[in-house]
T-cell receptor, first 114, second 115 residues
């Protein structure tokens, strides 16, 4: 079975500061990795994903995440955050072989202070 | 393109009552999921449909939860009877196919409060 641990339940940062949201996973088989974002009063949206190839993946709004197989991590980073990044962020995994069954972490609430 | 539609958005019921949620996936999406998100936790898969067949319902509490997708399009999730611990947001998602690398699109969810 797979599991995902998001080490921080809440992360407060100031606007334009850098941020890192940590995610570690456990799995005995190969997995795909995802970050989803949930803005207030909205549904979950895919932010970025790692399937194969380059271990560094980027989103269109400046976030990036790096797959580290040895450390079983997939941390999310942004060099300079904006007020509009305030949201809850979920890390998730899905096994490569078989049907998609997303296993989510507990979520990290990112709060941006002006 | 219309997204995943869910109704109602909010529901408050007393324990031991029954409740039903509805989901209309994105047109053409063969795979439909129901997730339960308890406050402070990540979403947990309850059931996955491929067209009108069940692919995975291993985490569905079948003594009180049921779901159907009769025509392979929209779906209903029912709880009967509800317990206090069923208070959660119920998320519906759909994807084009069930492959693990296919993006799942989520609805806004139904927030259930059992009192």
């Amino acid at each position: 079975a797979q599991s995902v641990t998001q080490l921080d339940s809440q992360v407060p940062v100031f606007e334009e500061a850098p941020v890192e949201l940590r995610c570690n996973y456990s799995s005995s088989v190969s997995v795909y990795l995802f970050w989803y974002v949930q803005y207030p009063n909205q549904g979950l949206q895919l932010l970025l994903k790692y399937l194969s190839g380059s271990t560094l993946v980027e989103s269109i709004n400046g976030f990036e995440a790096e797959f580290n197989k040895s450390q079983t991590s997939f941390h999310l980073r942004k060099p300079s955050v904006h007020i509009s990044d305030t949201a809850e962020y979920f890390c998730a995994v899905s096994v490569v072989q078989g049907a998609q069954k997303l296993v989510f972490g507990q979520g990290t609430r990112l709060t941006i202070n002006p | 393109e219309a997204g995943v539609a869910q109704s109602p958005r909010y529901k408050i019921i007393e324990k031991r009552q029954s409740v039903a949620f509805w989901c209309n996936p994105i047109s053409g999406h063969a795979t439909l999921y129901w997730y339960q998100q308890i406050l402070g936790q990540g979403p947990k898969l309850l059931i996955q449909f491929q067209n009108n067949g069940v692919v995975d319902d291993s985490q569905l509490p079948k003594d009180r939860f049921s779901a159907e997708r009769l025509k392979g399009v929209d779906s209903t999730l029912k709880i009967q009877p509800a317990k206090l611990e069923d208070s959660a947001v119920y998320l519906c998602a759909s994807s084009l196919d069930p492959s693990a690398n296919t993006e799942a699109f989520f609805g806004q969810g139904t927030r259930l409060t059992v009192v």
